[in-house]
Every structure is written in structure tokens, then in C-alpha cells.
């Protein structure tokens, strides 16, 4: 029992990453209405860019993850005018093979400018264990799991608040509903997508800077694997829906972990990727309840 | 002039034997000892035919049927640990195996696309990538795949007492796989299926109101298409002599993609072109060192800029994006 | 102007015969330079310069080396694309690499063809090196390490009886796990298995997992980063355990990767003992060249180059061609940087090795085992 709920937490923690994860990459494909295979790079800039600081800096977190959150930010206006924004009447695969030469452009480029050499961050932030007696029951709650939980849960409501409490943010879902719509209510399409895709990209960026410092050690080929969690995670949720796709990545993390606990790490991506699949074929619109708009 | 043009379109095989003719040359001049090519760039022209079929199938899913495939390098594994086990451990003949492996991945191919019939675009996509991801897996835990250790010593196919070692008769393999492909697809395409498929990709809804049953076309063309992955497959483990899990990741998938969507999709020359645009690029790139793949990545990424729809794309489709599409031009017969 | 340029030309005409004088030993060197095994072949590139630096430019019994490095993306096709130009290019004598060992799986069967000696500084595989006669691999037998791991380190210097072990689900991870299984049965200790794939990044739920067992020792079988992110893990989980780890070796970039790097032990063959000037200054030049810290690696790329010079040395007055080196190399003893080489009848190595810890983050051979050598 212990050790199940031991493996819940440590799913949850992981899910909470891929949620944010999720929550950045369902923002992009929102607004700009096209997936992304650059997600992982993002995530990595974000991550480099953290540990600059932290170099530099000493460990002040709320600066590392400004940081990253700037870098990929900054890096995603380059995503978006070299593979979206000429392509948006354009059939799909055109900007999605963007994107793809787009991430191996960044990936290289990170490994001749960064080192190919693996970095670790120590100690961001102190390991200090809180264990919580539930009757018989003792589980453990690392500092650092709480952190990310709090962090990510606060990241969620505030993207909230702006995507409905703002001017910027009301007009950035309107142009995630219909572009043509938007045009003609006077809302500068171009602009917003480019403002949603980078606020997207810079919450992939912390997502980055977190998984670099939940992990410790990251490379520049680490964030591969991340990114198509965030795009299953993503597609779970529906594509578009914010709420929908947190969700998802909760469950991703969730199953992935309790797999682990029934049989083997190795098959790790299999439960990822079967609970996806299985999810479709049941729900062919992922857990969004009305069905979303097909991307 | 005009006679030419006549010749082109009323003796076309000429032509195709013209060109099959002019592909037989490099090999030739190596094993007629006129010319000593070195196997460098056979091995290459190798790579080049096998990765144009290989293509070639991922096309037929993405470019004529018009559904976005991802994992194709899936349907290559299966295809690929179907000969290395059976000729391995219970000695099957490589030619007898070529259609069994086929018909294996085309039992996959079915299988994956069960699930996606009710799903579109990018849903549909990512099943295909998770698919492929999940076959990799079990490859790489299954004891029957040999594990983690891959299979070793594959053997080469008999080729009529020749040593198919050597990349210049291995050529001829790939060779006529290709052309086989080629033959075997322009034939359906002309036919109730592929118009069938070209119908599906252009629009969906009009093609079932039309009465094509799309359902069972779209399986269709999946089935296919991993079969002819299946093949290529099988005519690979012999050809690199040692399979394992890690040579079936999604990048080749990605590869693959980025092969057809640089060629040109809907068409049949397209993944010819891009296979060997692909190949030639990332070899002779090779002076740059590290900076290779930067390189590499900024000219795909301005290809897509300069020409959409790919160097050989079907410009009268769906597929043809961008400026293209908003100034669409004379239809020049059907696609292919 | 007229004279001037003949006098270029000579010089030039001259130059170029002086080099067609001095015999060239090109080889062939084959290393993941870009692609996720990156900073292993740029480890391999920077091991193999130092190497030839060491030799020198007067070189061996008029010999003088020279290595031409190519891409292989640690990726099996290309690698065996790579090693056919090579074995097809008579002026190449030898093939240093691949890294991974699929690579040079794939290309076994191409050197055997053509005669040219694989000498691969990482192969791991145990079904590698035994494919042909040419092929050499001295990364060190399994059936060496794995047993002396549980024999002595666990059995008998640390003395427990309940193991848990962590690998990596790859042809190394499992023929360590293999022969190490079979060694842990004979001692009598119970052993509890978790498998990972390569591209693993989170460890917890494992940790977790494995620390359900209530083992008395962590072992981790892997190579680099891995082994540091699982005992990470372990001392994120709060878990207070001894760690084992088999393969990284003295890794002084693991060492750096650990929260607690006071507590890992390792067998290892080799250490840059701090005493040791030559080691010393070697880990020196590589890491003012790489800017990182080496592992085990370059250090083994660095010994292939070594191994050939010395093939050539053993040649001697004798014509210097592809079969003399495989012949030289078969059955031949080497000391290098990763210690002592002595090539088996497969063309591998079997490594005496070392239980070294750490004191203050640094590496020291544990003292209080003097059975090695029983």
C-alpha cells in the first residue's frame, strides 16, 4: 500500500511536469492551428538557459526560470516565422517537416555551442523529505516534488487568468477558434499567434528548466522523448483544451509510473503510448468534451 | 521535337527502359571490370534504391491517400525481424521470405489502422508513431527478436551463385524491388483503388457521398503500404548483416518523411527524387564536420520555402500547399 | 618572378618526395561525432590526436601514423557504409571504432571480407569481438568483471546478501547482468533485477520500486550519465544505502554528476591516480582540449592508437600490411592508459580490475582486499 502510493507520487510529480509540458504545447497548436515537432528543443533552450544562470548567478530559482522562460520565448519568433507563419493555408505536413528540420537545426546547433558533454544541475534546490502518517501508512513527499507540484499548479492558474481575464488572452482564444472570425472582429491574427506561440513555447521552456533540475543531468538530445509526451499528452487532451490537456499529462504520468510498479521501466513508453492508443480508439476526441476541432 | 514528344507519349516503356538501362550502368562497369567504382558509392546507390521503396510505400500512405503515417519505421522493423528470424534460425530462403514479410507487416499495417479509421490528421498520426514506438519496444525486450543483443549474421540472399556481399549485386536486389514496387503501384494506382485513394485524399466527405467506401480503402491502403515497408525491410536485414532495436527509431520515420515531403507527394518519381536528394546531401555534407546536420536542417527547411509541394510534387492536389494552392493550375492529367 | 616560381616548384617537388619517403600508416577512424553519442566521439577524436601527438612526428621504425576520422552517428548502415570506403582504400591499414556495438556488429562481416583489422576502443557486446578474426575490441570481457563484482565487492569486501540490481537493457547491460547472475548464485546471494532502456531520464518510480525489495546494496550497470541519475534518485528518495556501480569505472564526470559522490564504489580497471604524473598530466591535456571531463572512453580510444603503433613496433623490420597488423595484434600484450591489454583468443580483453571508491569527491583504490590476486 505504501509502495503503491510511494509510485502515485512519484507519477503525479512526473505528471505534473508533463501537464505543463502539455499545457505550453496545447497553446501553441491552439493558436497557430499546427503541431510542432521543435517542442524538445524549446524545452532544452530553457533548460541551458537556466543553468547559465545558475552558473552565473547561484541558485536563485525565480531567476533561472524567468530565464528560461525568456530564452524560449525568444527562440520561438524564430519558430514561428520560419515554419508557421508562411504556411498557414498550406497543407500540414509542410510545417510539420519545418519543424522537424527546425529541432535537428537547434539540436546541433546546441551541441557545437553548449558542448556535446552532459550538465548537471546540483542541488537547485535542497533534498529535504516530508513524510506524511496516514494511519499505518507512511509516504514520503520530497521538497522538490512539492515545489514542482505548487509551481506548475500556480503556472496553470495564472495562464488561466490571462486567457480570461485579459484583453491579450481573450483575443488569443478567439484567434484559437476561428482565424477568419477573429480577422473580422478587428484582432490582429498574425500578432496574437505570435504572442500565443511564444507564451506557449516559454511554458515548455520551464517545463524544460524543471525536468533539467527534477533529473539533474541533461543533454541536448534528453528532451526528445519529452516532447512527444507533451504532443501524446497534448492529444489526449484534445489538441486545443488547456484543462483537458493538463489532464492528460497527469495521466501520462500517473500510468507510465504504475506500469513501472507491474512490470518493467523498459516498457515505460509502451504503457505511454497504449493508454493513448487505447484512449482514441474509446474517445476518439481525447478527454475534451465537446469534439474539438480536428487539427 | 515533336517527334520526341509523340515517341513520350505513345511508346513510354522505351523510355522506362531507357532509364532501368542507365541505372544498371554503375554496377555493371564494376563487375565487367570496365571501371573500378568504388563500393563507397554503391553502397550509397544501394542506400539511395532502398530508402526511394522505402519512401515510396510512405507515400503511397501520406501522399495518396492523404493520412499524415509517422511510423513507418515500424512496418520496416517488422518487415526486417521477420527475415532476420526466420532466415536465421530456421534457414528460409530470402526469396521465399521477401512476400512473407510483406504479408507480416501488411498484417500489422492492418492492425494499426483498425484503431485509426475513426480518427483524422494528427490524431491519426500519433497513433502511427506510437505504434511504431510500441513495436520497437517489444523488439527491443522480446527473446524471439534477440533482445538487446540484435541478430547477427544475417545471411545473404542466393543470387544465382553470385556473392551478394558485394554491393554491386545487392544493387540489383534493390533494383528490381523498385522497379517491382513501381510497376505493381502504377498499376493500382490507375486502378478502382488508387482512384479510390486520390478521392479519399482530396476530399473525404465528397469521396463517401460518391459512394467510395472509404473505410475499408483507407485500410486498404495501409495494408499496402506496410507491405511494401515490409519488403524493403526484409531486403535490408540481409544487406546491413546485423539488426537491432535502436536502428528502427521514429528519427528514421522522421527521415523517411523528410525524404517524400522533399521529393514530392502524390507522386510516383517524388520519393526517388527525395531518397536520393536526402542521401546525396547528408554524404557530401560531410566536409563540414559537426556542422553538418545545421546545415543540412536549413536547407530543408528553405526548401519548403522555395518549393511546397516538394521538387517533383503533384501540383494539381490538395497536397501543393501555400502559394500554389491559391492560383491552381491547369489539371495535366490524373496524378502519376 | 620566373625563378622564384621554380624554385617553389622545387621546393614543393622536393617536399612531396620527402613525404612519399617516409611511410605513411594511414588509419581509419570511425566515431559518433554528431547524433546523441556526440561527446563520445568527440572524446574518441581528442583521444586519438593526443595519441598521435604522444607518438610523435618521427613516429616508429620510420613509420609515422596519421588517422582520418569520419561521422558514422553511431548509426549501423552508416558506420558499414564508412567501413567499406575504408577497407576498400588500400592505403588505409586499420580501423579504429565504431562506438556503439551495433556499429561494429554491422561491420564485422565487411572487414572479414576485405582483411582489415576493426579495432573498437567501446564494443562491449559480448558476441563482438568473436565474429572474425579481425575484429578487436578491448573494452573488457563480462565474464571478468561481473563475477569479480560479485565475488569480491559484494560477497567479500562489503560482505551482504541482498542485492538489488539496476542495468540498462542493452547487449552490455545484459551480458554483464548474465554473468554476474551467475557468479551471485554461487555465492549465495539473492539477487532482485530491474531493467531500463537506454533513453530512460526518470529513475524514481525504479528507486522506488527497487527500495520496496529492502535490498542491502544498490548495484547500477551502465556506462555514463545513468549510473548518477539512479543514485541520485536513490539519495532523492531519502534512501540510505551503499552503491555498487559496474561499468562507468572511474568516471570522474559521474563523480561530478552525484549529489553524494562519497558514496559509490566501482570496479574499474584503471584511475587517474593523482600520484601517478603521467595520468595526471594526460587527464590534464584532455580536459583543456574537450572542456570536460574525460570518462573511460577516450582513454580507450587513446589505447587503440597506442596498440597500433606498438602492432607496428612488433612488425618490426617486416612489411607493414593489413594481415601483418591483425597478426600483430592477435595474442599481443600492451600497458596503456587503461592499463593492462592482453588480447584473448576472441580478439577481447579480460581486465584485472580494481575496487576503487571515493574520498571527497575524488577517486582512491579502496584499501582492505588484498584476495584479488588469490
Known amino acids: 500500500m505504501e509502495y503503491v502510493l510511494n509510485q502515485l507520487i512519484n507519477g503525479i510529480c512526473q505528471g505534473a511536469i508533463y501537464a505543463l509540458m502539455a499545457i505550453g504545447y496545447s497553446t501553441i497548436v491552439g493558436v497557430v492551428g499546427m503541431v510542432t515537432f521543435t517542442y524538445g528543443e524549446i524545452m532544452m533552450i530553457g533548460a541551458y538557459g537556466a543553468f547559465y544562470i545558475f552558473l552565473s548567478c547561484g541558485n536563485n530559482i525565480l531567476l533561472g526560470l524567468l530565464m528560461s522562460f525568456g530564452c524560449s520565448f525568444v527562440l520561438c519568433i524564430a519558430v514561428y516565422k520560419l515554419c508557421y507563419e508562411r504556411f498557414f493555408n498550406a497543407p500540414r505536413h509542410i510545417s510539420l517537416l519545418c519543424t522537424i528540420g527546425f529541432s535537428m537545426l537547434i539540436k546541433n546547433l546546441a551541441q557545437i555551442v553548449f558542448g556535446p558533454e552532459t550538465k548537471s544541475m546540483l542541488n537547485i534546490i535542497p533534498n529535504r523529505i516530508f513524510t506524511l502518517h496516514l494511519g499505518s501508512v507512511a509516504v514520503d513527499f520530497r521538497l522538490l516534488q512539492i515545489v514542482i507540484m505548487l509551481l506548475v499548479v500556480f503556472l496553470a492558474l495564472m495562464l488561466t487568468f490571462f486567457f480570461n481575464r485579459t484583453r491579450a488572452g481573450i483575443a488569443l482564444r478567439a484567434v484559437s477558434q476561428n482565424k477568419d472570425a477573429a480577422y473580422l472582429v478587428g484582432i490582429n491574427v498574425r500578432r496574437t499567434a505570435l504572442l500565443g506561440n511564444c507564451i506557449g513555447c516559454g511554458f515548455g521552456g520551464i517545463a524544460g528548466c524543471l525536468l533539467a533540475i527534477y533529473y539533474i543531468n541533461f543533454q541536448s538530445y534528453t528532451f526528445g522523448s519529452f516532447s512527444m509526451k507533451a504532443f501524446s499528452a497534448s492529444v489526449l487532451g484534445g489538441l486545443v483544451d488547456l484543462r483537458m490537456s493538463a489532464l492528460g499529462g497527469l495521466c501520462l504520468g500517473i500510468i507510465e509510473n504504475l506500469g513501472i510498479t507491474v512490470s518493467s521501466a523498459t516498457f515505460r513508453d509502451v504503457f505511454a503510448f497504449g493508454f493513448l492508443i487505447l484512449m482514441l480508439i474509446i474517445r476518439p476526441q481525447g478527454f475534451a468534451v465537446k469534439k474539438g476541432t480536428r487539427v | 521535337m515533336s517527334t520526341l514528344k509523340n515517341l513520350w507519349q505513345k511508346k513510354r516503356w522505351i523510355f522506362w527502359l531507357l532509364i532501368i538501362a542507365l541505372l544498371c550502368v554503375p554496377p555493371l562497369l564494376k563487375i565487367l571490370g570496365i571501371y573500378k567504382v568504388k563500393a563507397l558509392y554503391l553502397r550509397y546507390a544501394c542506400n539511395i534504391m532502398m530508402y526511394a521503396t522505402l519512401a515510396g510505400s510512405l507515400n503511397i500512405i501520406n501522399g495518396y491517400s492523404g493520412q499524415t503515417c509517422l511510423g513507418q519505421a515500424g512496418f520496416f522493423a517488422i518487415g526486417a525481424y521477420t527475415c532476420a528470424i526466420l532466415s536465421t534460425r530456421f534457414g528460409v530462403s530470402f526469396w521465399v521470405l521477401l512476400p512473407l514479410c510483406g504479408l507480416a507487416s501488411g498484417l500489422i499495417g492492418l492492425l494499426v489502422s483498425l484503431p485509426t479509421l475513426r480518427l483524422q490528421g494528427i490524431y491519426l498520426s500519433i497513433v502511427t508513431l506510437g505504434a511504431s514506438e510500441i513495436i520497437r519496444i517489444i523488439a527491443q525486450t522480446a527473446s524471439i527478436t534477440g533482445g538487446a543483443m540484435g541478430i547477427k549474421g544475417i545471411p545473404y540472399p542466393w543470387l544465382f551463385g553470385l556473392d551478394a556481399f558485394r554491393p554491386e549485386y545487392y544493387y540489383f536486389i534493390f533494383l528490381v524491388l523498385g522497379i517491382l514496387f513501381l510497376f505493381c503501384t502504377s498499376r493500382i494506382l490507375n486502378s478502382r483503388v488508387g482512384r479510390a485513394w486520390i478521392s479519399i485524399r482530396e476530399d473525404q466527405v465528397a469521396a463517401k457521398s460518391l459512394g467510395v467506401r472509404t473505410s475499408f480503402y483507407k485500410s486498404l491502403n495501409f495494408v499496402y503500404g506496410a507491405f511494401w515497408a515490409g519488403v524493403i525491410g526484409c531486403a535490408y536485414a540481409p544487406f546491413v548483416n546485423f539488426i537491432e532495436s535502436s536502428q528502427f527509431t521514429t528519427d528514421k520515420g522522421f527521415d523517411v518523411l523528410a525524404m517524400i515531403v522533399i521529393g514530392g507527394q502524390g507522386t510516383l518519381v517524388g520519393p526517388i527524387i527525395g531518397s536520393a536528394i536526402v542521401t546525396v546531401l547528408t554524404e557530401s555534407l560531410r566536409f563540414l564536420g559537426v556542422w553538418r546536420y545545421v546545415i543540412y536542417a536549413l536547407i530543408i527547411i528553405a526548401m519548403m520555402w522555395l518549393r511546397p509541394q516538394g521538387i517533383a510534387g503533384a501540383t494539381n492536389s490538395i497536397l501543393a500547399g501555400g502559394k500554389v494552392k491559391r492560383k491552381p493550375q491547369k489539371r495535366k492529367g490524373a496524378a502519376a | ?374
Not at chain 3, 228 to 246: E, M, P, S, T
Open chain 3, 1 to 374: 618572378m620566373k625563378k622564384i616560381l621554380s624554385i617553389v616548384i622545387a621546393l614543393a617537388l622536393c617536399l612531396t618526395a620527402f613525404a612519399a619517403l617516409a611511410d605513411t600508416i594511414k588509419l581509419g577512424g570511425l566515431a559518433p561525432l554528431t547524433g546523441s553519442y556526440a561527446e563520445y566521439g568527440k572524446g574518441f577524436q581528442i583521444g586519438w590526436d593526443m595519441a598521435l601527438e604522444d607518438i610523435g612526428a618521427e613516429g616508429v621504425n620510420g613509420h609515422t601514423f596519421e588517422i582520418e576520422v569520419k561521422d558514422s552517428q553511431g548509426d549501423a548502415v552508416v558506420s558499414s557504409t564508412l567501413a567499406t570506403d575504408y577497407a576498400e582504400d588500400d592505403d588505409i591499414y586499420a580501423i579504429l571504432g565504431d562506438f556503439t556495438s551495433g556499429a561494429c556488429k554491422a561491420d564485422a562481416e565487411i572487414v572479414d571480407r576485405y582483411g582489415i583489422t576493426l579495432l573498437s576502443p567501446t564494443a562491449s557486446a559480448p558476441d563482438y569481438a568473436g565474429m572474425s578474426p579481425f575484429c578487436f575490441s578491448i573494452m573488457g570481457r563480462q565474464d571478468g568483471e561481473a563475477p569479480f563484482l560479485a565475488k569480491y565487492v559484494l560477497k567479500k569486501y562489503l560482505g551482504v546478501t541482498k542485492v538489488a540490481v539496476v542495468r540498462v537493457d542493452s547487449d552490455w547491460g545484459q551480458a554483464c547482468f548474465d554473468n554476474f547472475k551467475v557468479q551471485a548464485d554461487v555465492e549465495g546471494l539473492e539477487v532482485t533485477e530491474e531493467k531500463y532502456s537506454a533513453s530512460e531520464n526518470d529513475f524514481s518510480s525504479i528507486i522506488t520500486k527497487v527500495k520496496a525489495a529492502n535490498p542491502d546494496v544498490l548495484v547500477v550497470m551502465d556506462q555514463g550519465e545513468p549510473v548518477a541519475k539512479i543514485f541520485n534518485a536513490a539519495d532523492a528518495a531519502g534512501w540510505d544505502i551503499q552503491h555498487v556501480a559496474l561499468g562507468p569505472g572511474t568516471s570522474e564526470q559521474v563523480v561530478g554528476m552525484l549529489t553524494n559522490p562519497d558514496n559509490i564504489i566501482v570496479t574499474s580497471p584503471f584511475f587517474f591516480d593523482p600520484n601517478d604524473a603521467e595520468l595526471t598530466a594526460w587527464k590534464e591535456r584532455f580536459v583543456e582540449r574537450a572542456g570536460f571531463e574525460p570518462t573511460v572512453h577516450p582513454a580507450c580510444a587513446y589505447d587503440t592508437m597506442m596498440l597500433i603503433k606498438t602492432a607496428v613496433e612488433k612488425i618490426g623490420d617486416g612489411k607493414v600490411t593489413r594481415e601483418a597488423i591483425k597478426d600483430a595484434l592477435t595474442g599481443m600484450e600492451m600497458t596503456g592508459v587503461t592499463g593492462r591489454i592482453l588480447f584473448g583468443p576472441e580478439g577481447d580483453i579480460t581486465r584485472d580490475y580494481m575496487i576503487c571508491g571515493t574520498e571527497n569527491g575524488k577517486w582512491v583504490v579502496l584499501k582492505g582486499f588484498d584476495f584479488v590476486n588469490e
